[in-house]
T-cell receptor, first 112, second 114 residues
Framework: GESVGLHLPTLSVQEGDNSIINCAYS??????FIWYKQESGKGPQFIID?????DKRQGQRVTVLLNKTVKHLSLQIAATQPGDSAVYFC???????????FGKGTTLSVSS | GAVVSQHPSRVICKSGTSVKIECRSL??????MFWYRQFPKQSLMLMAT?????????EQGVEKDKFLINHASLTLSTLTVTSAHPEDSSFYIC??????????FGPGTRLLVL
């Protein structure tokens, strides 16, 4: 079936460390992937996206890597800050391109 | 960036009443909006796709008579939870699609049914 999942439900890091959040997807036909950040009581906030014709994309302090061979997606956050503490979801555009399928989420906790 | 608003942000109601949640795209026209539901510490679950001027498409397991969706204009979609019960208590989030892939999410509506 079509599903997107994350490897770890929680990740704890120290301020200044680099964080890596992973996601595995099962639908090889998906061609667009997005990472969202969700703070408590708020809606998801777009972080970065990547299309299937790319394997890496960089933003400000964030990098998304896509490995289509093993259907794996990762989000790297450089110099993690306390304000990065949130739940991170990966999502994929389904075959019809009409709705996003969300993974289970990883809770990132950053300690000072 | 694009802004999507939801109203109300929080609602508490008695069991058996109906609750309407509004989702508005403030600076772009959205022919398609989506409604998601999120339980505590869980992911977002797509409930339905709302298309302007036509009937909503509901995901499997979502009761269309329970969750009424109206997308009357290019900037407004409403979700009405009819005869709400405590098990309907959840965080409801809408999103508006600006392009094939780009979706902007609203801030969510917390519903508590007593």
């Amino acid at each position: 079936g079509e599903s997107v999942g994350l490897h770890l439900p929680t990740l704890s890091v120290q301020e200044g460390d680099n964080s890596i959040i992973n996601c595995a997807y099962s639908n090889s036909a998906s061609d667009y992937f997005i990472w969202y950040k969700q703070e408590s009581g708020k809606g998801p906030q777009f972080i970065i996206d990547i299309r299937s014709n790319m394997d890496k994309r960089q933003g400000q302090r964030v990098t998304v890597l896509l490995n289509k061979t093993v259907k794996h997606l990762s989000l790297q956050i450089a110099a993690t800050q306390p304000g990065d503490s949130a739940v991170y979801f990966c999502a994929e555009a389904n075959q019809a391109g009409t709705a996003l399928i969300f993974g289970k989420g990883t809770t990132l906790s950053v300690s000072s | 960036g694009a802004v999507v608003s939801q109203h109300p942000s929080r609602v508490i109601c008695k069991s058996g009443t109906s609750v309407k949640i509004e989702c508005r795209s403030l600076d772009f026209q959205a022919t398609t909006m989506f409604w998601y539901r999120q339980f505590p510490k869980q992911s977002l679950m797509l409930m339905a796709t709302s298309n302007e001027g036509s009937k909503a498409t509901y995901e499997q397991g979502v009761e269309k008579d329970k969750f009424l969706i109206n997308h009357a204009s290019l900037t407004l979609s409403t979700l009405t939870v009819t005869s709400a019960h405590p098990e309907d208590s959840s965080f409801y989030i809408c999103s508006a699609r600006r392009s094939r892939e780009t979706q902007y999410f609203g801030p969510g509506t917390r519903l508590l049914v007593l």
